[in-house]
């Protein structure tokens, strides 16, 4: 049995780097690491980076100069601690981390991060054990899912990966970049691996991909010739019926690619929740061909008519730029009109920041600072209030909360809604799904009293 060992991972960005973060720690886990709560005397430290904030490098930089002295103090009571990054900044800037950080024992990218085992010794053996910088950042020829074992833990809510990569090449993202081109796992496998969650005790599963809805995994039974594809929503038909998954969501999904089989799927999947998180990033039909978004505004809201319309109780989130390059007050002023017409249950939105490589760094007529500014305080009010608006429409209704963590204050758990609003109560309910009556309706939250007598434990 390997020597124990602990391992710090701090995780960065979208869900998809969270289940990453998990999926190496089972990697390792063979070789003796188990999970700690801080890096001060980890023997492994991983920064699972996220390419899509603003100088999303130089505050990689800031944190590996932080970890740099845990790992120095660790030196000098002649202990090691191995060093890594990981994500879409490792395979961005990759050789630039190499040369700025030499502390940094390995650098893996999001497609090999399957290999760390392999990394680690080669760490190991490097000048006597004090590491040179591995770099892993090539696109594996075979996908790394091959080489995965399954999940360690679930919970009582799981992430499943079952679509990478994005081929849209939307002008000011990176994705395609640092996740390459679209790859979808076969449904057999993603139903294993859905089997062994609910075996763990998940009762919810949200599945994930760059561009989810762009998925195309082979089917598990193949006709003569060559494999039948599935598409997303006979995809979650069959997540539906896997006895135990209670309730299934898919994020993140691009309006190209909600065809009509997913749209109904909405209305004839009662696990599959209400509540979709579909980005349109602008209002302006002019700003969304110059982001190469391949839609226009009037696209995005016939795709939510149609989606209210096989499912009346449907809530949508979406992301926003603002200050993209060339966007005028008015090309501003129809994205704040498209959040009028649409209606938002929540949302992100952020202002453009160029990223090294894109086609949109390189585009004049950059929106000065103060104006993105502006903006977004604009916009970040219509939406709050949207989202407020929402949250009150709730109150005095009695909604199942599926209860996954314990709250800020002892005795206090935190769950979610269908429409994955956050709920606190008092009580300890951690792993159940409970009848909640909202009592309290806030910003980002909802307050709620447990309908005790009911509460239905679903998870260890």
């Known amino acids: 049995m390997s020597q124990r060992k602990k391992l710090f991972i701090r995780t960065y960005g979208c869900q998809m780097n969270v289940y990453d973060s998990a999926r190496m720690a089972d990697v390792l886990a063979p070789l003796g690491y188990e999970a700690c709560s801080a890096p001060d005397d980890a023997d492994m430290v991983i920064v699972n980076t996220c390419h899509i904030r603003e100088k999303a490098s130089e505050k990689v930089f800031s944190e590996l100069g932080r970890l740099r002295e845990h790992k120095d103090a660790k030196a000098t009571r002649g202990e090691r601690m191995v060093l890594a990054v990981a994500g879409c900044v490792a395979q961005a800037e990759g050789a630039e981390i190499v040369s700025r950080a030499p502390y940094v024992d390995i650098v893996v990218g999001p497609q090999a991060y399957h290999r760390l085992p392999e990394m ?198 979406s992301d926003f730029i603002v200050g993209f390059p060339g966007e005028s007050d008015a090309d501003f002023a129809a994205t704040l009109q498209l959040v009028r017409d649409v209606g938002f249950a929540q949302a992100f939105s952020f202002k453009y920041s160029a990223r090294p490589g894109t086609p949109a760094a390189m585009l004049e007529r950059q929106v000065p600072q103060p104006a993105m500014e502006e903006r977004l ?65 806030y910003g980002v939250s909802l307050a709620g009293e447990v309908l005790q007598e009911t509460a239905l434990a679903v998870a260890s």
């Open 377 to 441: 305080a604009q916009l970040q009010a219509l939406l709050g209030e949207q989202q407020l608006a929402f949250n009150r429409s709730k109150l005095g209704l009695t909604m199942d909360v599926l209860f996954d963590r314990d709250g800020r204050k002892p005795g206090q758990a935190l769950g979610k809604t269908p429409y994955l609003q956050s709920v606190f109560v008092t009580g300890n309910l951690r792993g159940q799904i409970a009848p909640v009556r909202i009592a309290g309706a």
């Open 120 to 317: 680690v010794a080669r760490a190991a053996r490097a000048s006597g054990g004090k590491g040179q910088g591995v770099l892993d950042t090539e696109f594996p020829v075979e996908p790394k899912f091959d080489s995965l074992p399954l999940p360690s833990h679930a919970g009582p809510s799981a992430f499943l990966s079952i679509q990478e990569g994005c081929d849209k090449f939307c002008t000011f993202c990176v994705v395609p970049y640092t996740r390459g081109a679209e790859f979808s796992r076969p449904a057999a496998d993603i139903l294993r691996e859905a089997r062994h969650l609910v075996g763990g005790g998940a009762v919810e599963i949200t599945v994930l991909g760059q561009n989810v809805n762009a998925y195309h995994g082979a089917a598990p039974e193949g006709g003569a010739g060559r494999a039948e594809n599935w598409g997303l929503a006979q995809l979650l038909h069959a997540l539906a019926g896997i006895d135990g998954v209670r309730r299934l969501r898919y994020t993140t999904s691009h309006p190209r690619d909600m065809d009509e089989d997913l749209i109904r799927a909405h209305g004839e999947i009662d696990s599959l929740m209400p509540f979709l998180h579909l980005p349109v990033q602008s209002g302006s039909d002019r700003i969304l061909d110059a982001m190469n978004r391949q839609h226009t505004a009037d696209d995005y809201r016939r795709i939510v008519d149609r989606l209210r319309a096989a499912r009346p109780d449907i809530a949508l989130s």
